[in-house]
């Protein structure tokens, strides 16, 4: 199915290697960063000089952890920085937290990338409001990374990341450098706080009534908890952005990530394939349903 | 010289040369086989094999063998199972790897298929090949199933009979073979003269029809197999009007009949194993005890169980309305948005195997009463 989202790039144009779309290609940790408590990010280098395939903002890769198993992970790092991969990952259960341990030195698996990312060709030339909620920030970064670059292909750019508490906030020296930035807004709000945070609290949505952006002109790119979503798309609507105007990152359950194991789907759309970035005007009809 | 639509006479007797043909050819022979008192697919030998004399009775939750007052070898309609526990395997290993120096490798496991002749390939059996062939096809094409898929001689029986829950007119997927087959037999019983029609459908086809040097199949007998197809068509167990199904179905996700279904379904997912197209899967990992090695395994897996939407510690669908809602939904409705065609093609699998008989043919005219008019009243009622 068509998608105006980004085009994916097909996993075998990067690798060169294997034709079962099943197999893992592996990948040597080289670094293991912490983020939070239970949130590492993690960069990769290919055993045996494999070339690492393009990928583009808001696309994502089936990280396999040996013997254990594998889980979607987006890209979290740079697109333009060629030879390494980079992802951030939260340990909520088995694979992840298999992943969240590998040291430096130790071999994973991966294939991809798959899906639909951040259309970026369409914010051309527009606002860009960018809200993020929790690990959702770890899937626009590389947007971030792209925006920055080419800054002066858009108007305003106003980033909105709300997390629960300060200490689960990601990139946290980075984000204190993008917040010195006269040419970007990047608010910062957690859901709660003990006296020590002196920034802002309060759910993303309390942050939308005043971001800086012509509704007009805006395109808003969001990812974070469905429901948190949800909300962040009506507060959107009630700005005056147009439902085509804004796109979401969706998740669902996957196993193949290619649109063959049935899993992930949401209405007609492969969430692997068709997303994971969707247009609200989409899929608005199916989240106002239960249990889809 | 055989060719395309070339047709002959296939004497009953001539049926073991036919095996014997495939055999020489290397083909591993695949047909239906009386086994638990169902009829299953299962490799045969000989054509001693072949269910011989049986039929089958289907009714919603209800399936019963028994005896013919002929010998006809192809005289039922389809069993428990499909084609497609062959090219897609209920569990299948993807892949090895293996502890390394440098890590890991993979070996791969799918490289090459059996090469299999199925034997009584239904009208409706094809058409749901065709509709997994675009599941495992396109840019991350499966590449077990393709070499199963184009390695596989499909030998086609032409249905001389309707099953009680059949309704592959309904869906236009059937009960005449005309496309995607090698050879096809339409068995003909008149008098004492047991014999076949058998219509070559591709170059691999005739290549085994010339070896076996048939008669031309006489006027009289394709006159004769047609009007079979004729009764059959007319015979139909089950309807279901087609025209509006997609509309009616993504239209109806409130619908109050998801919860009146939903007080008689199990969740036991027999719907979607026995169904031809159903094509979800699972992966799991298969380590060894020392930790070297490790298999990936596919296995079939169904939209019924609670863990297929599992997200974070909990699951998207929850109730078992949702769940006979997204697995009807999208094999009627959403399925076309997807690959272009229905996924269901009207073999009745789903109603026979059903363990209480839950009958989508009955279920989706519930839907459309009140269906627009979003019920006022309360519970919709046939
Ligand atoms: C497109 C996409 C991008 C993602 N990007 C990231 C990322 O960048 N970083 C990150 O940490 N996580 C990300 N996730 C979530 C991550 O895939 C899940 O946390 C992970 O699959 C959980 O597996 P587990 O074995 O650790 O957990 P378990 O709880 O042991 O998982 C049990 C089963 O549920 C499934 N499952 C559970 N939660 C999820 C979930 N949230 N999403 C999909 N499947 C789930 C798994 O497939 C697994 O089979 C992403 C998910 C999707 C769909
Ligand atoms: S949904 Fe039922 S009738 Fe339709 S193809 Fe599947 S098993 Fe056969
Ligand atoms: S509809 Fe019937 S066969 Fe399918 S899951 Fe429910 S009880 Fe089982």
């Known amino acids: 199915m068509a998608s105006e989202g980004a085009s994916p790039v097909p996993a075998s144009s990067g690798t060169g290697g294997p034709k079962d779309p099943y197999v893992p290609v592996p990948y040597r ?66 694979v992840t937290t298999a992943l969240t341990r590998l040291r430096p030195g130790d071999v994973a698996g991966i294939r991809g990338p798959y899906g639909h990312g951040w259309p970026l060709e369409v914010a051309r030339g527009r606002d860009v409001v960018i809200v993020a909620g929790g690990l959702g920030l770890a899937p626009l970064r590389p947007l971030v990374y792209q925006i920055l670059r ?61 971001a800086r952006f012509d509704p007009s002109r805006a395109i808003a790119f969001v990812c974070g908890p469905e429901i948190m979503m949800k909300f962040t798309a009506q507060a959107l609507e009630a700005r005056g952005l147009s439902d085509e105007a804004i796109w979401l990152s969706m998740e669902r359950n ?38 889809v | 010289m055989s060719a395309e639509g070339d047709r002959y006479v296939l004497s009953r007797k001539d049926v073991s040369r036919l095996l014997e043909q495939l055999h020489q050819r290397g083909y591993t022979v695949l047909a239906p086989r009386v086994h638990e008192a169902a009829l299953v697919y299962g490799e045969i030998r000989s054509v001693e094999e072949l269910p011989s004399g049986w039929t089958d009775r289907q009714e919603g939750g209800t399936y019963r063998l028994e005896r ?71 840019p991350y094409a499966d590449p077990g199933y393709q070499a199963r898929r184009t390695g596989a001689l499909i030998i086609a029986v032409q249905c001389g009979q309707a099953g009680n829950t059949c309704f592959c007119v309904s869906m236009k997927t059937g009960p005449r073979v005309t496309q995607g087959f090698d050879l096809s037999l339409t068995e003909l019983l008149d008098g004492n003269d047991h014999r076949f029609l058998l219509e070559v459908g591709s170059e691999r086809g005739a290549e085994i029809a010339e070896s076996l040097h048939l008669p031309v199949a006489p ?29 009616l179905l993504l239209g109806s996700p409130e619908h109050p009949h998801w919860e009146e279904i939903a007080q008689r379904c199990l969740s036991c997912t027999n719907c979607t194993l026995a169904c031809p197209t159903c094509f979800c899967s699972t992966t799991e990992e298969v380590p060894e005890l020392d930790g070297t090695k490790v298999e990936r395994w596919r296995r079939w897996d169904s939209c019924f169980t609670l863990g297929f939407t599992q997200l974070g510690k909990s699951s998207v669908r929850r109730s078992g309305a949702s769940r006979y809602r997204q697995w009807l939904t999208h094999k009627l409705a959403s399925w076309q948005d997807q690959f272009g065609s229905s996924g269901c093609v009207g073999c009745g699998r789903c109603i026979t195997w059903c363990p209480v008989g839950i009958d989508l043919t009955v279920e989706v005219p519930v839907l459309r009463t009140g269906a627009r008019s979003k019920s006022s009243e309360g519970t919709a009622k046939p």
């Open chain 1, 150 to 210: 080419n800054r002066d292909h858009f108007g305003r750019v106003e980033i909105v990341y709300g997390a629960r508490t300060p200490s689960d906030l990601l990139y946290y020296g980075e984000i204190q450098e993008w917040r010195k930035r006269s040419d970007l807004r990047f608010q910062v709000t957690v859901d709660s706080a003990d006296r020590s945070w002196y920034g802002d609290v309060g759910v993303v949505t309390s942050r939308l009534p005043d």
């Open chain 1, 29 to 94: 940790v080289v670094e293991n960063s912490s983020e939070t408590p239970d949130t590492v990010t993690l960069t990769l280098h290919p055993v045996g000089g494999t070339r690492v395939p393009s990928f583009l903002p808001g696309q994502f890769n089936m990280f396999y952890a040996f013997g254990i198993g594998e889980a979607a992970i987006s890209m979290s790092g740079d697109p333009h920085v060629v030879g390494r991969l980079v992802h951030t990952v939260r340990a909520v259960g088995k």
């Open chain 2, 219 to 247: 006027p009289k007998d394709v006159r004769a197999a047609g009007e079979l197809l004729d009764r059959t068509a007319a015979a139909m167990g089950r309807t279901l009007r087609t025209d509006d199904l997609h509309e």
């Open chain 2, 68 to 138: 013919r007052s002929d010998d006809a070898l192809f005289g039922y309609n389809v069993g428990p199972d499909s084609w497609k526990k062959y090219l897609f395997p209920a569990h299948e290993k993807l892949w090895t790897a293996r502890r390394t120096a440098e890590g890991f490798e993979v070996e791969e496991s799918r490289k090459t298929g059996p090469r299999y002749a199925f034997l009584g390939v239904r009208a409706c059996e094809i058409a749901a090949m065709h509709i997994q062939d675009r599941v495992f096809g396109g």
């Open chain 1, 254 to 291: 996957m196993k193949c990530a290619f649109a063959q194991c049935g899993h992930c789907q949401f209405g007609p759309h492969f969430i692997c394939r068709d997303g994971p970035v969707l247009p609200y005007t989409r899929i608005r009809r199916l989240m106002a349903l239960r249990e």
